[in-house]
């Protein structure tokens, strides 16, 4: 693979942040600032037989391996690529049968370990950073997340001791269990659908900021990092970490817990945005109280982490009603526009789609859309998405100039995201072009 726009930054020494990225040269908004490979990487079970196992290409009428029956390939290329690493799954489920159920974590280690056995040089992916450099901060460790890696540990040697020989003490486990944990990304389409789990070693070295100057878009398995603002020379590369939907202080919460550090970026010291996001209801009778907005901030946090655990036993019928009820109940005291409000929006909107209400899931949209524009940054992929799904559900009700109209600002977003010769950004051109 062509190593683009890596000469145009180095590896430096923040004194605040540890290593970090630095730009040597000026990138405009759009620009490829560097590409990496992933250095290990899986494909999620449930996208098994839509995407290819080995290049992530989403096409119909895939080939499926004759013996384990569940990974896919576009051909005998991609088969023969993916079976250095594939055939330590193909083996284990064969044996396992339906009792296979490892998380995409353990999958991910089992595939990084095998990696680190085939591979003695450094690889494409680690020009700047290797994994093996990987922050882990088994220091900051709470006992929850010791607990998920030693349940993670012995998934693994469930699943994989049979046909991984000598796998890593549980030491050597813990650190690699860690280390992909705070440094691992989720691989996602254009409409952020989940696709899989990788480590891109020189990807990871960014730092995070919640006003980032790149962001981070996939081309099959490999990671792309392109400007969102101008860089110039000796400027750090800021990629976000999170979603930046949230005020401050979720946020700062969400960074200390996942990737242990106190956020201090100019978007955190500012709270330029906490006042919108947080939009209060104006009321006849006068503004809420600040005990009761902070009573319904409280009740919000708890009812999102309440739906996130029921999406795994709940129907999709009693979910929305979950979604329903707590808007009902915010809706007193916040505004639509309010980030919580839009967020059990955005779930209905995720059970709509999977019933096939589209209608509900077009009116859900509508409400989200706008208020996005104005919460996130410019070239929010959050952004892209939702004017994508809003311009394909438009052009499914047969409502062709909302359609075109919202596609063309998903595509405007895109061509800078993830580039103007990105195949999905190609998908959406022939989708507009379609309706001339």
């Known amino acids: 693979m062509e190593n683009q726009g890596i000469e145009g ?54 080939s499926k391996c004759g013996k384990c029956k569940q990974a896919y390939y576009c051909n005998i290329d991609c088969q023969r690529g993916d ?42 992916s680690e020009r700047l950073l290797l994994l093996k450099e990987f922050q ?26 049979e046909h991984i020989s000598n796998i890593p003490d549980d030491q050597a486990l813990i650190e690699l269990f860690a280390q992909v944990n705070c440094n691992g990304f989720t691989i996602e389409d254009e409409e952020l659908s989940h696709l899989g789990s990788a480590v891109f070693p020189d990807v990871a070295l960014m730092n995070h900021s919640c006003s980032p100057n790149v962001i981070v878009t996939y081309k099959g398995t490999v990671a792309e990092v392109r400007a969102v603002k101008e860089i110039s020379p000796g400027e750090e590369v800021f ?15 969400r960074l200390l817990d996942s990737y242990f550090f106190t956020c201090q970026c100019t978007e955190c010291t500012s709270r330029s945005k906490d006042k919108e996001k947080m939009e209060i209801r104006k009321l006849s009778s006068g503004a809420p109280e600040p005990e ?13 982490e309440e739906f996130r655990r029921a999406k795994h036993y709940k129907s999709p019928s009693e979910l929305l009603e979950m979604c329903e009820l707590s808007q009902e109940k915010m809706g007193a005291i916040f505004a639509d526009t309010n980030v919580y409000m839009l967020h059990m929006m955005y779930q209905a909107m995720g059970v709509c789609l999977y019933t096939q209400d589209w ?18 940054p410019a070239y929010s992929l959050n952004v892209a998405s939702m004017y994508l799904k809003l311009g394909r559900l438009y052009l499914g009700l047969e409502k062709k100039t909302q359609g075109v109209k919202a596609l063309k600002k998903a595509l405007a977003i895109m061509e800078v995201a993830h580039g103007k010769d990105h195949h999905y950004v190609t998908e959406v051109k022939r989708e507009i072009e379609e309706q001339k």
Not at 15 to 37: K, S
Not at 239 to 253: A, F, G, Q, V
């Open 292 to 304: 009761e907005i902070g009573a319904m901030v409280r009740y919000a946090k708890n009812v999102i």
């Open 83 to 124: 079976w250095p690493m594939h055939k330590l799954e193909c083996v284990a489920m064969c044996v396992s049968g339906e009792n296979w159920c490892p998380s995409e974590t353990v999958r991910l280690v089992a595939r990084i370990i095998m990696k680190q056995r085939i591979t003695t040089e450094r690889t494409s």
């Open 239 to 253: 990629n976000s970490y999170i979603d930046l939907l949230y005020p401050t202080e979720d946020r700062k919460e």
């Open 136 to 161: 882990a901060h088994l220091d900051k460790m709470d006992s929850e997340k010791d607990e998920m890696n030693h349940t993670d540990i012995a998934a693994l040697h469930h699943f994989y001791s």
């Open 9 to 62: 930054t180095e590896l430096f020494l923040s004194p605040e942040r540890g290593r970090g990225l630095r730009a040597l040269r000026h990138f405009e908004v759009g620009e490829l600032v560097f590409a990496c490979p992933a250095y290990s990487y899986v494909l999620t079970e449930t996208e098994r037989g839509a995407h290819c196992e080995h290049c992530f290409n989403r096409k119909e009428d895939l």
């Open 359 to 376: 209608d509900g899931a077009m009116d859900y949209g509508e409400k989200i859309v706008q208020p996005y524009s104005v919460h996130y």
